[in-house]
């Protein structure tokens, strides 16, 4: 092939990396005026738009982590053939891509799910649910700080109709508190924004961190004072202690679909913190290097005492589920604060472990539900307090079959548990065992350090919270698949339980591919902590087509 085609196909192929966006964002606008009597059209529509978007992504993180190659680390997409820093540019390495992949992952498994049922209890629900991918991606891919206000602002607008979607006077209450919080947030993410580009003139963030290694000191003061107020609308998103108040009541209310997948919006949150206290704040920021690191290992750390208590003070499983989600959140807002290089391979193994976890056991909860008595519940907790009258009555069975739905059910919530919990041999344990070698210093990525009360306050922590769940899980599993006081077995269709068996089989094969999964993350890391790699593509990346 000659030069100027392998030329042309190289571009043709650099267009991939803006598919993620453009896919969903299309198939969502086309489905708008389609009637809703014809939601099974809509279903098979955004079925097959998020399948193509998850082989997708799963090429894109192949191809980032590769040696050559068109897409091989880090790559730029310039919108309009400007570049960097006055045009607006997406970017793919590892960590996007990874989030690409979690994210369509999810997404497919919810859009199965709500076929069965959920897309059918309210309006435009496929719409909506390729608006909130259309954002996510985005949010994942830009390598603008403006530009992740619009897509940030895309993933809320659709989330919000996401939240009141089967509507019900709980839904919407929460829904109007998801509403009014997030509108804050993105107020103060304007603030912050504005700021930072009135110190800067830039709101490329590779340009960003360059510019802030020699910005003069009342500047940097302005910079600091906007990335402080941007952290906030972030913290907010990602449930930080005590910013999170509205997180458990949104999350258990929503429909088991869109809470599967809000599992991920709160690590939209993570990932813009990871990525810009590593790349603007890092080593090369001068003074303002591990700016806001103390405020996330405070803050992280309640975040996971907070959801640990609640966790445990849960009756419900949906809440239970959404303190789990607090429970992640501090953990890796905690890892990131407390500035170990080494911990960050590990921090990224548990977010996509905890990710996939929470969103199968969010799904699992309404299938179990099913079979529960409404007053089940408040008669389980009086009989505890006040003992069964019949407790001492004979039994004449020696024993009953469990129903084959009940079996399916209770081995994923035992999975669901073990992961959760964070015990061996499934993904939550080694996640948790490479955070906990990076930070002792066993994984060789650099000397066993000192560890400081911070440090061993977090251990503490990581503990008691998996600690927690295995009790609370216990006393859950307990009165609804060994000790029911209602013989109902929930009718439960295969494509309901089959994206819960995938989620969960998907933790499994993490497990079984720990090594080859921790060297993908341990490279994923090594680039975040080496920024200039990136820096330097961004803003020397040439325009399309060799203009």
């Known amino acids: 092939m000659s030069t100027e085609g392998s030329s042309a196909v190289t571009d043709w ?38 399948l193509v978007l998850f082989l997708l992504s799963m090429a894109l993180m192949r191809a980032s982590a590769s040696t050559e190659g068109f897409l091989a680390g880090t790559s730029v997409y310039q919108l309009g053939n400007w570049p960097a820093p006055f045009g607006i540019v997406l970017v793919l390495d590892r960590l996007s891509a990874l989030m690409l992949c979690l994210t369509s992952g999810l997404a497919l498994a919810a859009q199965v799910y709500s076929i069965a049922r959920w897309h059918t209890a309210g309006h435009h629900f496929h719409s909506l649910f390729q608006l909130l991918i259309a954002g996510l991606n985005g949010a994942f891919l830009t390598g603008d700080l403006f530009n992740l206000f619009v897509f940030f602002e895309i993933m809320l607008a659709a989330s919000y109709g996401l939240l009141l979607h089967g509507s019900g006077p709980l839904r919407v209450k929460a829904g109007l508190h998801y509403v009014a919080i997030n509108l804050a947030a993105s107020s103060l993410f304007l603030i912050g924004v504005s700021l930072i580009y009135g110190a800067t003139g830039t709101l490329n963030m590779a340009d960003l961190a360059i ?9 940097r003061q302005m910079v600091e004072v906007g990335a402080g107020i941007l952290g906030v609308a972030f913290l907010v998103k990602a449930g930080m202690w005590p910013l999170s108040f509205w997180l458990p009541t949104a999350y258990s209310a929503a429909t088991p679909p869109v809470a599967a997948v809000f ?5 939209v949150g993570i990932y813009v913190i990871l990525r810009l206290s590593l790349l603007v704040f890092g080593a090369n920021a001068g003074v303002s290097a591990g700016f806001g690191q103390t405020l996330l290992v405070i803050g ?58 929470i969103s199968a056991f969010f799904l699992l909860i309404e299938l179990v539900e099913r079979g529960r008595d409404a007053g089940a519940d408040v008669l389980a907790v009086t009989m505890e307090a006040y003992g069964d009258a019949d407790e001492d009555e004979e039994v004449d069975e020696a024993g009953a079959a469990i129903p084959g739905t009940m079996a399916v059910l209770g081995l994923c919530f035992c999975l669901c548990a073990l992961l959760l919990a964070g015990l061996p041999p499934l993904s939550g344990f080694v996640a948790k065992f490479a955070i906990l070698s990076g930070l002792f210093g066993l994984s060789g990525a650099e000397p ?6 911070a440090d061993w306050t977090y251990v503490t922590l990581l503990i008691l919270s998996g600690l927690s769940a295995m009790i609370a899980m216990n006393r859950v599993g307990i009165r609804t698949f060994w000790a029911s006081i209602e013989n109902t077995v929930p009718r439960v269709f295969v494509i309901e339980i089959a994206p819960v068996v995938v989620l969960l089989g998907a933790c499994i094969f993490l497990s079984l591919q720990a090594g080859p999964t921790m060297r993908y993350m341990q490279a994923t890391a090594d680039s975040l902590l080496n920024p200039s790699g990136y820096t330097e593509r961004v803003l020397t990346a040439p325009r399309m087509g060799g203009q």
Do not use: C, W
Request: charged share 10%.
């Open 300 to 357: 992280g750390m309640l975040t996971i005492a907070f959801g640990a208590i609640g966790v445990l003070a849960s009756q419900a499983m949906g809440r239970l589920a959404a303190y789990s989600v607090l429970v992640s959140s501090g953990t890796l807002l905690a890892a990131i604060g407390l500035g170990h290089s080494s911990m960050i391979a590990g921090a990224l193994f548990y977010l996509v472990s905890s990710t996939l976890t």
């Open 263 to 267: 599992a991920v919006l709160t690590k």
């Open 448 to 453: 066993s350090p000192a560890l400081s009360a």
């Open 211 to 219: 510019k802030l290694a020699t910005i003069s000191p009342e500047n």
């Open 13 to 50: 192929l650099h267009h991939l990396i803006i598919l993620p966006i453009l896919i969903p964002l299309m198939v969502g606008a086309a489905m708008i005026p389609i009637d809703e009597r014809n939601r099974m059209a809509k279903g098979v529509m955004g079925f097959v738009s998020t």
